[in-house]
């Protein structure tokens, strides 16, 4: 089962990971405070608002999308911006050693998921 994407949900923890106040984004985006609540409580957003949205954030838009709290700590920490226009990212350390660091967690977080299901299931 494919949980759905709640792009609203995404987009207020990124703001707020980020440290930005609603009434700050809703400066940023020229729209009142009311609307960027409305925002966030809606699940699906078309690509060109949420460029937009991204854009304000300063994060792609697959980070909306793709949102999973553990890489974005890990997107917000180490890497220091991000340029739509060419689509580069610019980090502040060696990322395939950040990324195999997350790959062995999330490993590690599968196996022992799989290993409760089995059990679960009554086998071994």
């Known amino acids: ?19 930005i106040k609603q009434e700050t984004f809703a400066e940023m985006m020229g729209v009142t405070q009311a609307a960027i609540s409305k925002l966030e409580s809606t699940e699906k957003i078309d690509d060109e608002r949420l460029k937009d949205i991204a854009d304000k954030l300063g994060v792609s838009i697959n980070a909306i999308k793709r949102f999973n709290a553990d890489a974005a700590m890990l997107y917000f920490e180490n890497v220091s911006s991000y340029d739509h226009s060419t689509g580069t990212v ?24 799989i290993q409760e299901l089995r059990k679960r299931l009554g086998k071994k």
């Open 1 to 19: 089962m494919k949980e759905t994407v709640h792009l609203g949900d995404n987009i207020r923890a990124i703001r707020e990971l980020k440290g």
């Open 90 to 113: 610019i980090y502040n350390f060696n990322p395939v050693e950040k990324i195999s660091e997350l790959y062995e967690r999330m490993l590690k977080e599968k196996d022992a998921e």
